[in-house]
């Protein structure tokens, strides 16, 4: 007597085909870019580029972006009490590269200046928000900020769109 393979069974991919579907997926979800950056316990600049940002509540206002815990500048925002989230403006995604790439000189030009917290703000970014940490989940491999935003700044500049591995600006 045989057996029919269940059809879910049959159809599912294996974990290596799945996960390389998975990426092909998120590569073509259009999204914003940030650089979220604050200051470690030693006093150093810290910052990293980031995607997986977005609004979580209007009332209070929060934010969250999804930082990978083994990112060199994961301690210190594990211990962060508050940073700053900035939107990347097209014409500066060579920034999003920058603070994309593992040991890079991030903070060596003169594209920053420091807030009242003394953490780096990004001079020409599309928008910036101050948060404070309001809370942080550890999920798989990556740990949630949650920011509470304290203040805006915004300027008129088309915004980086980050698309199938590239950086884009927005069409009219
Ligand atoms: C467009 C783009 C978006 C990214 N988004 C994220 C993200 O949301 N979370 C994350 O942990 N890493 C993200 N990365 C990778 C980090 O920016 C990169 O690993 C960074 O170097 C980590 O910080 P580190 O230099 O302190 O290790 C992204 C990279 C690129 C190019």
């Known amino acids: 007597m045989t057996h029919a393979v269940p059809r ?14 998975f990426r092909e997926a998120m590569a073509s979800y259009p999204s914003g870019v940030t ?11 810290r ?6 940002f977005c609004s ?6 929060l934010v969250l972006v999804c930082l990978a815990r083994t990112a060199q500048c994961h301690a210190a925002f594990e ?7 900035q939107v ?3 014409r500066r995604a060579d920034l999003a590269t920058r603070f994309a790439t ?21 001079k020409e970014a599309a928008a910036v928000m101050e948060c404070e940490a309001h809370v942080r989940h550890d999920v798989a491999d990556h740990t949630i900020l949650v920011g509470r935003v304290l203040d805006v700044q915004e300027r008129e500049d088309a915004p980086a769109v980050y698309f199938r591995r590239g950086f884009h600006a927005l069409a009219d």
């Open 88 to 90: 990347v403006p097209h």
């Open 102 to 122: 593992r040991g890079a000189d991030k903070f060596g030009r003169d594209d920053f200046t420091a807030n009242a917290a003394g953490h780096p703000v990004l």
């Open 35 to 45: 650089i979220v950056t604050t200051t470690d316990d030693q006093g150093a600049w």
């Open 8 to 21: 879910a069974e049959a159809l599912a991919p294996s974990a290596e085909e799945l996960a390389t579907r």
């Open 79 to 85: 211990k962060a009490d508050s940073w700053v989230v």
């Open 56 to 61: 979580l509540s209007v009332a209070p206002p």
């Open 47 to 52: 910052g990293f580029t980031a995607t997986s």
